[in-house]
Structures are given as C-alpha cells and as structure tokens.
C-alpha cells in the first residue's frame, strides 16, 4: 500500500510539473492607455494572424500558452502601430517598458514601445547577442554617410533634377570614387560580419533563425550559406522556411488561392470575379515605396495595351501600410486595371518581398512566377500572340 501511495504521489508531482510547463508572459507598459489592444504574433516573413490578443489595463497585458521550443514571435502594439520581438520559451517571462507617442506619415499621433526590458527567456537574450551586429553596421553606415554627405547631396540633387551630364561629372571626381570605395567596403563587412553569425550558427535552428533576420530577402548566392549548415539546423522550423524560400517547389498548375477582396469604393470582388472572361491574368504585388515595383510598372503598362484586348488582365495588390501612400502613387501612375490595397491578400499568397507576381489562366491556375522585364512580354507572345 505505502508503494502504491509512492508511486500514486510521484505521477501527480510529474502530471503537476507536465500540466504547468508552458510559458506566462506578464507585461507592464507604462504610459500605455486602458484598453490599447496588444497581439502575440508568431514570427514569419509574411503577415500571419495574432496566436493571442488582448488590451492593456492599468498598464498591464498576460499571454499564456506553451512552444515546443523556442520561438521567435512579435509584439504588436495597437492597430500595428509598432513591434517588438521576443524569443518566447517555456518559462515565465517578464516584459517591462513604457508607451510613447510618436507622429505618424500623415501627421496623425501613434503609439510606440519604448525601453524595453525581458527577464525569464534565456533565449531572448541570445537573440539580442546575436542581433548585436547590426547595431555595429548601423554604427558604421552612418559614418559612412556622414563622411560622404556632400558629394551624396551633390548627385542626388543632380539625378532628381534628371541632369546627365552632371551626374557623369560627378562620378569622375575623386570624392565621389573614394565614397564608392566605401560603400563596397561596408557592403564587403556586412557579409563578413553575417557570415560569421551564421557559422557561429550553423548547427542549431538558430542559424536558418538568424539567416530570417538578417536578410531582408534571400537570392540563389546565399544557398551555400544554408547547405553548409547542420541537417538539424536545416530540418528545424525555421530552417524549413528557409528552404521554402531557397528552393521554391515548381508549383506550375496549382490553382493559386482565391479571395475576396475590397477596392477603394468598398466593392467587394472575388478571383473568379476579377478572371472571368480573361485569358491571362497577371497578380502584381506591389508597394508605393518599392523602387523596383515602380521601375516595372512602365512595362506592365505597355503589355497591357498591348494585350488587353486579346484577353489580357492585370489585378494589383499594394502592401501599403499607409492607405494614402497607395492612392498617390495610383494618381501619378494612371493605373488602368483593377487595383487593391489589402495585407490579407498578401499574407495569403506569402508574399515576403515586393515586387512579386504571379501569371494565371481564367482557371487560376498557375502559368509562372516572377516574371518580368522581356520574360513578360515573350510570355503573352506565347501565349495571346502578337
């Protein structure tokens, strides 16, 4: 009986540990109004839904739930006005600072954190060591800059005024090669000083985590950087993502996700809407602020009059935080086909960087991706004919 009542008493002090393990966030903002709405949102290259919401009240928010190892996840304050990362572990976690208010693009007040503290994740701060380089980049880009401040004036004033000859000028004084010196230097540091994050790295999901962080966006030469690394690190959840970004399945002949969506009027349309009776139909995600979207437009605009009638669409979707920014940059560019300004869309096509595009038939179903410039045109020859 006194084995039985042992053993009884060690399964419920191992179910007590089993059931409480989990992680508790305690906030306290100060400054922060009663009822300012803050989200725990799980780290991605993309826009994902909260994984828990709540209001601020006396300065004070909880968030409670479990990981099955350190995640990476945001901080969302208000209606997106800021965010803050935090390396979330099963353990309970402290997270102090202060509200400020900040002006906004267009003159309006926002929120934003402020002096932020986090006790209880060891991993958190892990992630702050390792997230140290930029700080030291940042140091040394603004150096640069201040260095070279005139000559960068004298040509940004020359090519905004689309002065040629001046520009050329420019290039050939000696200030304005040793400032292109410098910036292939800092560029050259900044790989190094990656790279070296990355092999400190590379056996653990901390490098594919890293890798997420540091990049805005990732190209065909930084797949050796990833290959080298462990297959632990490669098969962990971040480095998944990685991989799906590195090396993209040739989805070729998926249907694409549909959507309802809402133009500037408040009209709601659906794909097959937006689809029906065209033959090819070009999904552009775009932004006001990306040069190369902007730069891309003029080429999209030429096929569209050119292939219209014969059957060719184009639906576009900014990422345009800012609502106003979006229906500026859609007066200076005259934009004839349908146009959207919705985060959801973008989230749901995993859009992780701008410009992104996606080439369907009136099924929906994928013809190529990213294809731009000369590839665009040669597409619609081949497919509507010239």
Not at 95 to 123: I, L
Not at 248 to 254: K, S, V, Y
Not at 273 to 281: A, F, G
Request: net charge negative.
């Amino acid at each position: 009986m006194k084995k039985l009542l042992t053993g009884f008493l060690g399964l419920l002090i191992i179910c007590s540990l089993g059931c409480s393990r989990g992680y508790k966030i305690e906030g306290e903002l100060s400054e922060a109004a009663d009822g300012t709405k803050i989200a725990l949102v799980p780290f991605a290259k993309y826009d994902v839904k909260p994984e828990a919401e709540t209001t601020i009240e006396g300065g004070k928010f909880h968030f409670a739930g479990t990981v099955p190892e350190p995640r990476l996840y945001f901080l969302v304050l208000g209606d997106k006005e800021d965010y803050f990362q935090l390396m979330v572990e099963n353990n309970s976690i402290s997270v102090k600072g202060t509200v400020k208010k900040r002006p906004g693009n267009d003159g309006a007040t926002t929120q934003a954190f402020d002096k932020m503290e986090v006790t209880g994740s060891e991993s958190h701060n892990y992630f702050k060591s390792q997230m140290a380089v930029r700080e030291g980049l940042n140091k040394l880009f603004e150096e640069k800059n201040e260095r070279y401040a005139d000559v960068q004036a004298m040509y940004g004033k020359a090519r905004g005024e689309k002065d040629q000859a001046r520009m050329d000028s420019i290039k050939n004084l000696p200030a304005y090669q040793d400032y292109v010196q410098a910036e292939n230097a800092f560029f050259a540091e900044v790989e190094k000083r990656y790279n070296q994050v990355f092999e400190d790295n590379k056996e653990t999901f901390w490098g594919p985590l890293m890798m997420l962080n540091l990049y805005s966006y990732f190209t065909p030469e930084v797949r050796p950087t990833f290959d080298a690394m462990s297959e632990e690190a490669k098969n962990s959840y971040y480095g998944k993502m990685v991989a799906e970004d590195l090396y993209p399945a040739n989805r070729t002949g998926e249907k694409v996700p549909d959507f309802t969506t809402t133009d500037k009027n408040g009209k709601q349309c659906t794909l097959n809407e937006l689809i029906k009776d065209k033959k090819v139909i070009l999904i552009d995600f775009w932004a006001s602020w990306c040069v190369p979207c902007r730069k891309e437009l003029p080429n999209v605009k030429a096929n569209y009059e050119k292939y219209a009638s014969k059957g060719f669409e184009v639906i576009g979707f900014s990422i345009d935080k800012d609502p106003k920014a979006w229906t500026k940059a859609l007066e200076e560019e005259g934009l004839k086909w349908p146009n959207f300004n919705d985060l959801e869309v973008s989230s749901l096509y995993k859009v992780k960087a701008v410009p992104t595009t996606y080439l369907i038939d009136n099924e929906g179903r994928l013809i190529a991706d990213n294809v731009r410039g000369e590839d665009l045109g040669k597409k619609l020859e081949e497919i509507l004919g010239d």
